[in-house]
């Protein structure tokens, strides 16, 4: 059987971590849903300025809208909108077979309003409305603004990707902010049914920035290197499990609402020294996702081993992260140094993408 779908017999949902239009009119995004059940689309301003930059389909509308006076990130809107819209078309029905809990795209609001609560939420009202699509995620960093403004969107009934989350304090921040825009929701009177919030826990970065301190540190610390991402995560699905399937989202459960499914994000190994699905095969379990860049998806398809992974082990990752924390590494402080990193390229690569259509 295809790995990919035996993934899904796990509760795990794999989407796509990536967004063209030539993965959408050459039918490579129909066929992944079709025959390898991917089940959802991530996007960020990288990828958007690949598909761009190097995107044949681009080229007649990019000319077109640079003789509007239109400015250079309407004219970027313009011509991601209506991609992110096929998307959910084509994800619609997986979306509306689910009851809501599968099927979504996601579209990242602008780096630069990192550190703006208002901006942020003034911003994902307007992608939301733009898109006008129920399976629509609006993207937003994991940032102390960014926090305060996915608790307002999740009220205002937005469904949310929230992004950049590098340790379990900011994994933990975030799933404050759900329950309290769902509170809120629903103390005004509020659906909070419909509402769906993703967190996603960046991976492959962990490893590149602790390996390095690691090493640093030498002797018996060389030991610990590849292990600290896998071990995040499962630390972290235990606190999501306590989290919402405890009393704390006892009463928000009764009333219809989901939790907040943790998203295994940056996925694709870094290291060649390791397994090209060192972050897929130990982190399967159900309530969760996992988005995988192209080749991560075709490694998983081709060779993937397959089995109830995410809850094992616990034990190991408790004391991968006691015997980091004797060697003197902050986990917190690697969290924040790469969230920090994170909002640099997403703006690097966001003002990339704005000289293109300027």
């Known amino acids: 059987m295809n790995p990919l779908l035996q993934v899904s017999q796990h509760g795990q949902q794999i989407w796509l971590d990536n967004l063209s239009r030539t993965l959408l009119r050459d039918g490579h995004l129909a066929r992944f849903i079709a025959e390898d059940g991917v089940a959802g689309v991530t996007t960020n301003p990288a990828i958007f300025h690949k598909a761009i930059a190097g995107g044949r389909y681009y080229e007649d509308e990019l000319a077109a809208l640079k003789k509007t006076p239109l400015s250079a990130e309407a004219r970027y809107e313009a011509l991601v909108i209506p991609d992110v819209q096929q998307a959910c078309d084509l994800l619609l029905p997986q979306y509306r077979q689910s009851g809501g809990r599968t099927g979504y795209v996601s579209l990242e609001v602008s780096p630069a309003l990192a550190h703006d609560a208002a901006g942020t939420l003034a911003a994902g009202l307007r992608l939301k409305a733009a898109v006008d699509r129920p399976n629509v995620l609006i993207k937003v960093p994991a940032t102390g603004a960014g926090?305060?403004?996915?608790?307002?969107?999740?009220?205002?009934?937005v469904s949310v990707n929230v992004t950049l989350i590098f340790s379990l304090a900011q994994a933990d921040a975030v799933a404050q902010a759900d329950l309290r825009g769902l509170e809120r929701r629903h103390a005004a009177g509020g659906d909070v049914r419909p509402i769906m919030s993703v967190a996603s826990l960046f991976l492959s970065?962990?490893?590149?920035?602790?390996?390095?301190?690691?090493?640093?540190l030498g002797g018996e610390a060389l030991s610990l290197r590849g292990k600290s991402a896998v071990a995040t995560a499962k630390?972290?699905?235990?606190?999501?499990?306590?989290?919402?399937?405890?009393?704390?989202?006892?009463?928000?459960r009764d009333l219809g609402a989901r939790p907040q499914f943790l998203l295994w994000a940056s996925t694709g190994t870094k290291n060649p020294a390791y397994s090209d699905l060192l972050y897929v095969e130990a982190l399967i379990g159900t309530e969760t996702i996992n988005t995988l860049p192209d080749g991560t998806l075709d490694a998983l398809r081709?060779?993937?081993?397959?089995?109830?992974?995410?809850?094992?082990?616990?034990?190991?990752?408790?004391?991968?992260?006691?015997?980091l924390e004797r060697h003197g590494i902050d986990l917190e402080r690697v969290g924040e140094r790469l969230q920090h990193e994170g909002l640099q390229q997403f703006e690097q690569a966001f003002a990339a993408l704005l000289q293109l259509t300027a």
């Open 147 to 157: 926090i305060d403004a996915i608790a307002q969107l999740i009220e205002a009934g």
């Open 205 to 216: 970065r962990l490893d590149t920035l602790i390996d390095t301190q690691l090493e640093e």
């Open 302 to 323: 081709d060779h993937g081993r397959v089995e109830a992974s995410l809850a094992a082990d616990v034990d190991k990752a408790a004391a991968q992260y006691a015997a």
């Open 235 to 252: 630390l972290a699905y235990q606190r999501y499990c306590e989290r919402f399937h405890g009393e704390e989202f006892a009463t928000l």
